[in-house]
C-alpha cells in the first residue's frame, strides 16, 4: 500500500524537495500552492507529481481541497505543513495586514489543515504530520515578530498535538530549518546572508533536500516512538 502524503507549499523550494524525496521513496504525493502557477506547472511537468491550488490560510478553502483530494487519491496518512511566507518589517513599521498575513498563512494553515485529516487519521489509528517550523521561532530574529510569533507557535502546536494523537498512532513533529538556500533565502541582501553564513558551523546555507530527507525519516511507519519533537536542522547554528 502506498500512502498518501499532502505537502502544503510543495511546488518550490523546501517543499519541492520534500515532495520529490517522499516520491522517489513511493509515497502517493500530493503537492500544494497558492499563486505561482508557472512553478507549479513546471514542477508537476519535471516530477509527475499533481499539483494543486489553494490557500492554506483560508479555511473553507483548504476544507474543500482537502475533500476533493481524498476522494480522487485516498485518505491522507501524512501530512507535511510546509507553507510558509514572510512579510519583514520591525514592529514600528509592521502593519497588521504584515502581522496577519504570516500569522493566518504560517500558523493558521496549521490548524486549518490538520482539522481537516485529524478524524481520519484517529480512525485509522495512523498518521504522520510534520510542521516546518524555523530556527527564527526558537531563538527570535530582528524584524520578524510576525515569523518569529508564527514559527514559535507552530512548535506549541506540534506539542500539544502529539500529545492528543499519541493514543492513536499519530506521531506530530516539527522540524526547526536554519537558512535554506531557497527564493525565501535569496530575498536576503548578499551582505546580510554572508553575516548569516560566518555564523553557521557547518559553512554553508542548508540544502532542501537536507530538511526533505528529515522528513521522509519521521514519516516512516517505523518512526512511531519519535512524537512532540523538534528537530533543528540547521548547521549547528543554534543549539538548544
Ligand atoms: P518558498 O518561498 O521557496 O516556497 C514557499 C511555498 O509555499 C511555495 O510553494 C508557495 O506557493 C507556498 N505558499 C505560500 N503561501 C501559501 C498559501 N497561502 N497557501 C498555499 N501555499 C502557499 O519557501 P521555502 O521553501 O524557503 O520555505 C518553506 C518553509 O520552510 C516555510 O514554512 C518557511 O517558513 C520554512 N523555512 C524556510 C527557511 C529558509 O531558509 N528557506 C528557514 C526556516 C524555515 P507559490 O509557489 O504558489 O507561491
Not at 20 to 48: P, R
Not at 202 to 219: H, N, Q, Y
Request: with cysteine; proline share 2%; hydrophobic share 40%.
Amino acid at each position: 500500500m502506498s500512502r498518501v502524503a499532502l505537502v502544503t507549499g510543495g511546488t518550490r523550494g523546501i517543499g519541492e524537495a520534500i515532495c520529490t524525496a517522499l516520491h522517489d521513496a513511493g509515497y502517493k504525493v500530493i503537492a500544494n500552492y497558492c499563486g505561482n502557477d508557472e512553478a507549479a506547472q513546471a514542477f508537476t511537468k519535471k516530477t509527475s507529481i499533481p499539483s494543486l491550488k489553494f490557500d492554506v490560510s483560508d479555511h473553507e478553502a483548504t476544507q474543500e481541497a482537502i475533500n476533493h483530494i481524498e476522494s480522487d487519491y485516498g485518505p491522507i496518512d501524512i501530512l507535511v505543513n510546509n507553507a510558509g511566507i514572510t512579510r519583514d518589517g520591525t514592529m514600528h513599521r509592521m502593519d497588521f495586514e504584515q502581522w496577519n498575513a504570516v500569522i493566518q498563512t504560517n500558523l493558521g494553515s496549521c490548524f486549518n489543515t490538520s482539522r481537516c485529516v485529524i478524524e481520519g487519521m484517529r480512525s485509522r489509528g495512523f498518521g504522520r504530520i510534520v510542521n516546518v517550523g524555523s530556527i527564527n521561532g526558537q531563538a527570535g530574529q530582528y524584524g520578524q515578530v510576525n515569523y518569529a510569533a508564527a514559527k514559535s507557535g507552530i512548535h506549541g502546536f506540534t506539542k500539544a498535538l502529539a500529545q492528543e494523537g499519541a493514543g492513536k498512532g499519530i506521531t506530530v513533529n516539527a522540524i526547526a530549518p536554519g537558512y535554506v538556500d531557497t527564493e525565501m533565502v535569496r530575498a536576503v541582501p548578499e551582505e546580510v546572508l554572508q553575516k548569516i553564513i560566518a555564523r553557521i558551523p557547518v559553512g554553508r546555507l542548508g540544502k532542501p533536500e537536507d530538511i526533505a530527507r528529515t522528513v521522509l525519516f519521521l514519516v516512516d511507519d517505523n518512526a512511531a516512538f519519535i512524537t512532540g519533537s523538534t528537530l533543528s536542522v540547521n548547521g549547528g547554528q543554534h543549539m538548544y
